[in-house]
Protein backbone atom coordinates (compact mmCIF):
# COMPACT_ATOMS: atom_id res chain seq x y z
CA UNK A 1 0.00 0.00 0.00
CA UNK A 2 1.61 3.15 -1.01
CA UNK A 3 0.97 6.41 0.77
CA UNK A 4 -0.57 9.31 -1.35
CA UNK A 5 -0.97 13.38 -0.91
CA UNK A 6 -3.82 14.79 -0.86
CA UNK A 7 -4.18 18.60 -0.94
CA UNK A 8 -7.45 20.26 0.43
CA UNK A 9 -8.85 24.04 0.47
CA UNK A 10 -9.94 25.01 4.24
CA UNK A 11 -10.62 28.45 5.75
CA UNK A 12 -8.85 29.64 8.63
CA UNK A 13 -11.38 29.74 10.75
CA UNK A 14 -12.35 25.79 10.23
CA UNK A 15 -8.63 24.87 10.31
CA UNK A 16 -7.76 26.36 13.26
CA UNK A 17 -10.91 24.56 15.30
CA UNK A 18 -9.53 21.12 13.00
CA UNK A 19 -6.17 21.73 15.51
CA UNK A 20 -7.69 22.45 18.57
CA UNK A 21 -9.95 18.99 18.51
CA UNK A 22 -6.75 17.29 17.04
CA UNK A 23 -4.30 18.54 20.21
CA UNK A 24 -7.12 17.44 22.52
CA UNK A 25 -7.00 14.24 21.16
CA UNK A 26 -3.35 13.92 21.08
CA UNK A 27 -2.69 13.82 17.25
CA UNK A 28 -1.33 15.68 14.32
CA UNK A 29 -4.15 17.93 12.19
CA UNK A 30 -2.98 14.91 9.47
CA UNK A 31 -4.00 11.93 11.84
CA UNK A 32 -7.33 13.70 12.84
CA UNK A 33 -8.23 14.02 9.08
CA UNK A 34 -7.41 10.27 8.46
CA UNK A 35 -9.30 9.40 11.32
CA UNK A 36 -12.42 11.38 10.39
CA UNK A 37 -12.01 10.25 7.04
CA UNK A 38 -12.07 6.27 8.11
CA UNK A 39 -15.17 6.64 10.29
CA UNK A 40 -16.96 8.09 7.25
CA UNK A 41 -15.97 5.04 5.36
CA UNK A 42 -16.80 2.80 8.23
CA UNK A 43 -20.38 4.23 8.39
CA UNK A 44 -21.31 4.65 5.02
CA UNK A 45 -19.97 0.39 4.60
CA UNK A 46 -22.10 -0.41 7.43
CA UNK A 47 -25.26 1.58 5.70
CA UNK A 48 -24.53 0.13 2.20
CA UNK A 49 -22.19 -3.02 2.30
CA UNK A 50 -17.91 -3.08 1.60
CA UNK A 51 -16.61 -1.11 -1.16
CA UNK A 52 -15.04 -3.05 -3.54
CA UNK A 53 -11.91 -2.18 -5.15
Known amino acids: ?3 K ?6 DSKMLNK ?3 V ?4 G ?3 NSQILILIRDCIEKYEKEHGEIKM
Do not use: C, G, N, P
Open 18 to 20: LHV
Open 27 to 29: RSA
Open 1 to 3: MSI
Open 5 to 10: SLSIRI
Open 22 to 25: ADYE
